[in-house]
């Protein structure tokens, strides 16, 4: 009996033991734990990251360009979004008054052939003996769930009109309250052909839910097309709402991918993004419904404001263009040479000099200078489809024989296993939960370092784990993109996806950023691309973590170069476990006294619990925090918070460690 006793104590210290090492190893680390991080700063261990490892990827979904990043405030301006047949639905314009006192409907006499769709206003009252009601009658366009009207704010109003008689139209920018903004009156005694009518409306008040009216009080019919209202304060006047562009363009790409996506295949090849029905004069793009993310979009953000957007960024474009594929249908090999020829002419609009065929087009939209166009994507998502390939060839041969330089991606995966066909990179997606997210930072350490370089140009924690842009999500992304650094001989770009999302169509979650009509704030997500906006082109070092708990803390190191000229040790750790940890750094082959001891700081991304969000009501709950780093030496501990994202920043005095040439980039705080 004593002899089983003793056995059974022995067995519950053994399940004991076994159920402690098990925990532990499942959190990562231990309380209080000491980690040793060994930093080799000389060149022999270092890596140059190539300029272009971070970027961005803008789609058009969840209304991230129509009612978002593109300022125009009339939604569905040219009456077109239902459909090319009529009667059709006007939707989101509204009716002012009621059947006795007008009538609206929609008929094909557009003087624009390539969006025929006008409205047609015949008003009843206001003739002999029947006065309208107070205000007039007519309609009103909400904007994209109301229009942020500014208090001494301008806004240019652009209409065309036609009319058999005299009109006396008021237009008017209207608050949620029904208080009248801004105000102009168009009178004409002769619109009997389609009239271009403009206005400048000054408003003095404020409302974030706004909506235009048009109205009258006299009798007779008047037809109504493109009604755009647009801010006039725009980045550069070039059409982008200035409080997104900022939010963009303080992550510093190197690139955009544009303009999608699912949004360039289209759920159907007839719904897809075609980029000559993108570009021209505003008013006569056709505009077209994205089938995939269910929403009609005027095209004002076409081909070239694509492209001018990535020059105001200082980012390189990225033109993903279709090829062929949708998500249901597919051009036979056989018959794509019309595809070819669209997409070589869509390059020789963005490059071509202003004496060439599209060019010309390109200066004639104000634009003489060629685009900095160098890469364009095959497709997107389409590899393993029946045509892909033979379809890729084929813009592969076109394109390569007519721009040798540039590179082309292709979709097909080439991490694990060569790719069957030419390519200079090849596309790779992640959307997963946060482990496996976290766990991907290792995934290129065994892709080819010979062949294509990976692209992966949509990553993001998806789920449970990520809500609608959790501190958690934010983290398994900072390590998964600590690990792209470290593999950087493999992997030449990469970007977040979705960019964007409107809070009133979140066709999909989680995003960088999300807005309003009047405001925006940034995720987890996007806080924590900051951490790698120096990355670009610096230098990695080699770094190792002892003992390396690859299951909760990864981290990386690298030296750039400011505009200054003066160079910076940037040291990145994320914490991905519930345990605090001290961190003994020890910096090898610097020069002693490398390091500055003033100036260097220690920047956090975390919150009190790891499912935080930010909102509109608190957008800077989980931000970076950026305090003073004392102690600064070769040798040194510092202490990270459980589930973080650390900064560790210092100015190194002048060139006491070797890195490679043009590591350069803005300084500037987070
Ligand atoms: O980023 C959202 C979507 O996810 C993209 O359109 C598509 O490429 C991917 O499936």
Same mark, same amino acid.
């Given at each position: 009996?004593?002899?089983?006793?003793?056995?059974?104590?022995?067995?519950?210290?053994?399940?004991?033991?076994?159920?402690?090492?098990?925990?532990?190893?499942?959190?990562?680390?231990?309380?209080?734990?000491?980690?040793?991080?060994?930093?080799?700063?000389?060149?022999?261990?270092?890596?140059?990251?190539?300029?272009?490892?971070?970027?961005?990827?803008?789609?058009?979904?969840?209304?991230?360009?129509?009612?978002?990043?593109?300022?125009?405030?009339?939604?569905?301006?040219?009456?077109?979004?239902?459909?090319?047949?009529?009667?059709?639905?006007?939707?989101?314009?509204?009716?002012?008054?009621?059947?006795?006192?007008?009538?609206?409907?929609?008929?094909?006499?557009?003087?624009?052939?390539?969006?025929?769709?006008?409205?047609?206003?015949?008003?009843?009252?206001?003739?002999?003996?029947?006065?309208?009601?107070?205000?007039?009658?007519?309609?009103?366009?909400?904007?994209?769930?109301?229009?942020?009207?500014?208090?001494?704010?301008?806004?240019?109003?652009?209409?065309?009109?036609?009319?058999?008689?005299?009109?006396?139209?008021?237009?008017?920018?209207?608050?949620?309250?029904?208080?009248?903004?801004?105000?102009?009156?168009?009178?004409?005694?002769?619109?009997?052909?389609?009239?271009?009518?403009?206005?400048?409306?000054?408003?003095?008040?404020?409302?974030?839910?706004?909506?235009?009216?048009?109205?009258?009080?006299?009798?007779?019919?008047?037809?109504?097309?493109?009604?755009s209202l647009m801010p006039t304060d725009t980045y550069k006047g070039h059409g982008f709402r200035n409080d997104l562009f900022e939010m963009v363009k303080n992550m510093r790409p190197a690139f955009i991918r544009f303009p999608g996506g699912c949004f360039v295949e289209g759920e159907w090849l007839r719904n897809a993004f075609r980029w000559k029905e993108t570009i021209g004069p505003w008013e006569e793009r056709p505009g077209h419904f994205g089938d995939v993310w269910h929403y009609w979009t005027d095209d004002g953000l076409g081909h070239l404001e694509f492209l001018q957007l990535a020059e105001d960024l200082g980012a390189l474009p990225i033109w993903v263009f279709n090829n062929g594929v949708s998500h249901n249908d597919e051009v036979d090999t056989s018959s794509i040479s019309p595809f070819l020829q669209e997409i070589l002419d869509g390059i020789e609009f963005a490059r071509g000099d202003r004496d060439s065929k599209w060019g010309s087009v390109r200066a004639a939209m104000g634009h003489p200078e060629p685009f900095d166009l160098r890469y364009v994507a095959v497709g997107n998502e389409d590899c393993g489809k029946k045509n892909y390939l033979g379809n890729y060839l084929k813009f592969y041969s076109a394109i390569k024989s007519a721009y040798p330089d540039i590179k082309i991606i292709s979709n097909c995966d080439g991490s694990s296993q060569p790719l069957d066909h030419p390519a200079d990179l090849y596309d790779y997606h992640i959307y997963s939960s946060a482990n496996n997210v976290f766990a991907s930072a290792q995934k290129f350490d065994k892709a080819s370092r010979n062949g294509p370089k990976a692209f992966v140009s949509e990553y993001a924690v998806t789920g449970n784990d990520a809500g609608k842009g959790s501190l958690l999500a934010a983290l398994a992304e900072a390590g998964f993109l600590i690990g792209l650094e470290k593999n950087c001989d493999a992997v030449e770009m990469a970007s977040y996806a979705p960019l964007f999302v409107n809070t009133h169509d979140r066709t999909w979650s989680p995003d960088a950023i999300v807005f309003d009509s009047s405001q925006a704030y940034g995720t987890p997500s996007y806080w924590m691309q900051h951490f790698f906006r120096e990355s670009n082109g610096a230098t990695l070092? $080699?770094? &190792? #973590? *002892?003992?390396?708990?690859?299951?909760?803390?990864?981290? =990386?190191?690298?030296?750039?170069?400011? +505009?200054?000229?003066?160079?910076?040790?940037?040291?990145?750790?994320?914490?991905?476990?519930?345990? $605090?940890? &001290? #961190? *003994?750094?020890?910096?090898?082959?610097?020069?002693?006294? =490398?390091?500055?001891?003033?100036?260097? +700081?220690?920047?956090?991304?975390?919150?009190?619990?790891?499912?935080?969000?930010?909102?509109?009501?608190?957008?800077?709950?989980?931000?970076?925090?950026?305090?003073?780093?004392?102690?600064?030496?070769?040798?040194?501990?510092?202490?990270?918070?459980?589930?973080?994202?650390?900064?560790?920043?210092?100015?190194?005095?002048?060139?006491?460690?070797?890195?490679?040439?043009?590591?350069?980039?803005?300084?500037?705080?987070?």
């Amino acid at each position: 009996m004593g002899a089983i006793t003793l056995l059974h104590i022995m067995l519950l210290f053994f399940f004991i033991l076994l159920s402690a090492s098990y925990q532990s190893s499942a959190t990562g680390i231990g309380a209080n734990q000491t980690i040793s991080l060994f930093v080799n700063a000389s060149e022999a261990s270092a890596k140059k990251i190539p300029e272009t490892l971070f970027g961005i990827f803008f789609e058009e979904i969840n209304h991230a360009g129509a009612g978002g990043l593109w300022a125009e405030l009339v939604s569905n301006r040219g009456f077109e979004a239902g459909g090319p047949n009529t009667p059709s639905n006007i939707d989101p314009w509204s009716v002012i008054g009621d059947e006795s006192s007008l009538l609206v409907s929609t008929d094909r006499s557009s003087c624009f052939d390539r969006n025929k769709i006008a409205l047609r206003m015949e008003v009843l009252c206001g003739g002999e003996g029947t006065i309208c009601p107070a205000g007039g009658v007519g309609i009103y366009n909400p904007g994209f769930w109301g229009m942020n009207i500014e208090q001494g704010k301008t806004y240019k109003l652009v209409l065309y009109a036609r009319s058999l008689g005299p009109i006396n139209v008021s237009v008017s920018l209207t608050g949620s309250t029904g208080l009248q903004l801004a105000a102009t009156n168009f009178v004409a005694s002769d619109v009997s052909n389609w009239t271009k009518l403009e206005a400048i409306l000054q408003a003095k008040g404020t409302d974030a839910n706004s909506r235009l009216q048009l109205t009258t009080t006299r009798k007779g019919v008047i037809w109504f097309d493109q009604v755009s209202l647009m801010p006039t304060d725009t980045y550069k006047g070039h059409g982008f709402r200035n409080d997104l562009f900022e939010m963009v363009k303080n992550m510093r790409p190197a690139f955009i991918r544009f303009p999608g996506g699912c949004f360039v295949e289209g759920e159907w090849l007839r719904n897809a993004f075609r980029w000559k029905e993108t570009i021209g004069p505003w008013e006569e793009r056709p505009g077209h419904f994205g089938d995939v993310w269910h929403y009609w979009t005027d095209d004002g953000l076409g081909h070239l404001e694509f492209l001018q957007l990535a020059e105001d960024l200082g980012a390189l474009p990225i033109w993903v263009f279709n090829n062929g594929v949708s998500h249901n249908d597919e051009v036979d090999t056989s018959s794509i040479s019309p595809f070819l020829q669209e997409i070589l002419d869509g390059i020789e609009f963005a490059r071509g000099d202003r004496d060439s065929k599209w060019g010309s087009v390109r200066a004639a939209m104000g634009h003489p200078e060629p685009f900095d166009l160098r890469y364009v994507a095959v497709g997107n998502e389409d590899c393993g489809k029946k045509n892909y390939l033979g379809n890729y060839l084929k813009f592969y041969s076109a394109i390569k024989s007519a721009y040798p330089d540039i590179k082309i991606i292709s979709n097909c995966d080439g991490s694990s296993q060569p790719l069957d066909h030419p390519a200079d990179l090849y596309d790779y997606h992640i959307y997963s939960s946060a482990n496996n997210v976290f766990a991907s930072a290792q995934k290129f350490d065994k892709a080819s370092r010979n062949g294509p370089k990976a692209f992966v140009s949509e990553y993001a924690v998806t789920g449970n784990d990520a809500g609608k842009g959790s501190l958690l999500a934010a983290l398994a992304e900072a390590g998964f993109l600590i690990g792209l650094e470290k593999n950087c001989d493999a992997v030449e770009m990469a970007s977040y996806a979705p960019l964007f999302v409107n809070t009133h169509d979140r066709t999909w979650s989680p995003d960088a950023i999300v807005f309003d009509s009047s405001q925006a704030y940034g995720t987890p997500s996007y806080w924590m691309q900051h951490f790698f906006r120096e990355s670009n082109g610096a230098t990695l070092l $080699s770094s &190792t #973590l *002892q003992p390396n708990p690859s299951s909760s803390l990864i981290a =990386s190191a690298i030296t750039w170069k400011d +505009t200054e000229d003066n160079r910076h040790l940037r040291i990145k750790v994320v914490n991905f476990g519930s345990n $605090s940890v &001290t #961190l *003994q750094i020890s910096i090898d082959g610097m020069e002693v006294n =490398s390091l500055q001891s003033s100036g260097s +700081t220690k920047t956090e991304l975390t919150s009190s619990n790891v499912m935080d969000e930010n909102s509109f009501q608190v957008p800077n709950k989980v931000v970076p925090v950026k305090t003073q780093l004392d102690d600064v030496g070769e040798e040194m501990d510092v202490v990270l918070s459980p589930h973080s994202v650390t900064s560790l920043d210092f100015v190194l005095n002048s060139d006491k460690i070797r890195i490679f040439g043009s590591d350069s980039v803005d300084r500037s705080s987070y």
